[in-house]
Nanobody
Framework: VQLQASGGGLVQAGGSLRLSCAAS????????MGWFRQAPGKEREFVTVITWGGTSRSHADSVKGRFTISRDNARNTVYLQMNSLKPEDTAIYYC????????????????WGQGTLVTVSS
């Protein structure tokens, strides 16, 4: 499975961005899909995850109410809608796929995309 994240960029605080993660190589409709992020000088951290059927989601407390994960299995794509962005959301965002159920632990994931940079200015 190859994952390609896109949609990052520079946005002002309070603004919105929508990230996409397109999968290729095989379908990911049976995979849980997650988003993680890594800010400069910090460890990679969990952001959100969605189960293969889209019926269950989990979010980090820091993004609850602001970020929404969704998926379109017909397009083999997962999305991350980010609203009310804050400067502390600045990071490289990575999408990941896990063959089993959802997890908040990065080491549990089987495949990773290359990341897309999100910069939020104050």
């Amino acid at each position: 499975v190859q994952l390609q994240a896109s949609g990052g960029g520079l946005v002002q605080a309070g603004g919105s961005l929508r990230l996409s993660c397109a999968a290729s190589g095989r379908t990911v409709d049976s995979y849980a899909m997650g988003w993680f992020r890594q800010a400069p000088g910090k460890e990679r951290e969990f952001v959100t995850v969605i189960t293969w059927g889209g019926t269950s989601r989990s979010h980090a407390d820091s993004v609850k109410g602001r970020f929404t994960i969704s998926r379109d299995n017909a397009r083999n794509t997962v999305y991350l809608q980010m609203n009310s962005l804050k400067p502390e959301d600045t990071a490289i965002y990575y999408c990941a796929a896990r063959a089993r159920g959802k997890s908040t632990v990065a080491a549990d994931y089987d495949y990773w995309g290359q990341g897309t940079l999100v910069t939020v200015s104050s």
